[in-house]
């Protein structure tokens, strides 16, 4: 690891986002391959998540650290020459926000996290309905679906959301998640989920267990 | 006198006292509870969503029915709060989506749209002229019946002759219009207002005690929830620190007049502070103790130095916030607890607040009346009867909860209270 890229891992890890995007700029500038410099901000994220679990760091440095990856990843791109290799191997998740409930920004930071730490994440959105969760499913084939809600109204679109998949005989194989606001072990149980997780960095762990993936 | 309205005056006043003991840690004659509700009394009616939110009338039926089966010590009508559709229409209120409304179903209940209503590089102008601020900048960002308010001359230049020259400025179609909306939107309030008035003085013939309320925000919850958006408020933590926090020192001072001025008129005792941001997980202790704490705490003691009982939500598990929180004065404040464990709370608070709370929403929502009875009790045996706790579900009773297990949460009191 270049000494630049040490300063820019850390500068992201210790939410120095000025110099971050600085340092980022100037690699680029003076001929930094862009796909390592995306493969350093994933270095980076991984410290940040750790931190996470720790309880060092909160949701404030997980929405930082996306925004500062964001900024970079805008910078980068433009410069990848060929297109970035397609690893067939990567994990394949749908998740979105069940119907009748349209809260986003739990499920957008489990996307990111679940983006950055290497699954190929197909977001539905908000107000889901059941319809577009299997038709996505179908059409994806995923490892893993992830159901996200904040109201109560949430635990019966989830319940039926999973019931349907199931009618689609289209459960086999497939893990499910939930999350957000009130969910915890009873509403697992009642929805029938695989799992509930409390927070982005608790999906990724159980994403990761389920496929294997090193992430 | 006749005899029923002297017992519903007795009941009246053992129901009262009952609260009042639990509030200032005495030992009440048995643990309390409050009815606290937003579409739930509607739905347990046979109501839609959407009716509740424009049938005035009808919700009354509602709760009148909801509270006369579950005899609670204390009653909060939730009118105020979701009887709102017909001014929302009128004034196209913008940050929310509720049931009926722009094809949204009608049997959900209305939600908050997260988004960015003020920019950062705007902190200043509200830091400098916070009344200029929201009458040419907010209110038209917010509510299309104001957009003709963006057209507004600088209020506070209004003086003497050019006081006189401003109304050419306001004398516009659109002005017209606006005021047109306003007053209608406002009839329609007068008549919510007027209408649950109405059912108030009813069960207080029937010996229901009202808990007479006003409500505001914490300050960073006020930026994060209406004004700068979660995701903006919690960056400019660390982004644009000393903005937030000179923002928020104005704002505590404006929120203090504005409960003030609202109890004056309306003779409300106690205070609604609903808390969305401030939970573990999603803030440092540091952040807290910087930003979140000190604004709210500086709130909080002006309500209970005017003699206003606030009720503080404290949204989500706020376990590692107990110890910072006890800083205030003691038997004057109820802490309303949704997920933190109230076991502990009392460990560390019991001294210090009354405690409200917490049926899970969850075991509300999909458990069964046995699940409910053994919380419960375990809850009044462990925390309540030496009091200091006044029981309620984790935020309330849910929308979705079964009638069954709201009962059984009621008739715990009886149960196992004294």
Redesign the interface.
Known sequence: MSDATRALVEAIAE?R?PEALTLAREMLDTGCDPLELLDSCRDAMDIVGRKFEEGE????EL??AG?MLQQISAMARPLIQTDEPKDEDRSTIVLGTVQ??????GKDIVTFMLDINGFEVIDLGVDVPVAKFIEAIGEAHPQVVGLSGF???S??SMKQTIEAIEEAGLRQGLRIMIGGG???E??RE?TGADAFG??AVAAVAIARQWTGAEG | MTASASAAGELYAEREKRVRDAIELRTPDRVPIIFFCHFWAARYAGMSFREAMYDCEKLNEAARKAILELEPDIFQLPHAAVNLGRPMELMDYKQL?WPGHRGV?PN??Y?Y??REYMLAEEYQEYIFDPTGFMLRKYLPRVAGVFEPFAMLPEVSTLFYLKLIHSTAAVATPAMAEAGRALFQAGRESQQMLGTSAQLIAELTELGFPNNNLSFTSAPFDMFADYFRG??GA??D???HPDDLLAAMDKAAEILIRGVLADAAITGAQTVFIPLHWCLD????PA?FETFFWPPLRKLLCALVEADLVPHVLWEGDCTTRLETIADVPRAKLVYFFE?TDLFRAKEVLGDTVCLRGNV????L???TPDDVRGFCRRLIEGVGRDGGLILDG?IGI????KPENVRAMFASVAEYGA
């Not at chain 1, 009748?100 to 920004?105: K, L, Q």
């Not at chain 2, 899970?360 to 075991?363: F, K, W």
């Not at chain 2, 849910?398 to 909860?401: L, S």
């Open positions: 939410m986002e760091y909160f949701l404030v929405l930082l925004e009748g409930d349209i809260h986003d920004i109201l109560t109204l635990f019966n009130q969910v915890d009873s509403i009642f409390a927070n | 989506e179903d959900v209940p939600q749209l997260d979660s995701k919690m960056l933590m660390i982004r997980g999603f803030m440092s952040q997920r899970p929403a969850p075991m929502t999909t458990g984790g849910p929308d979705d909860a």
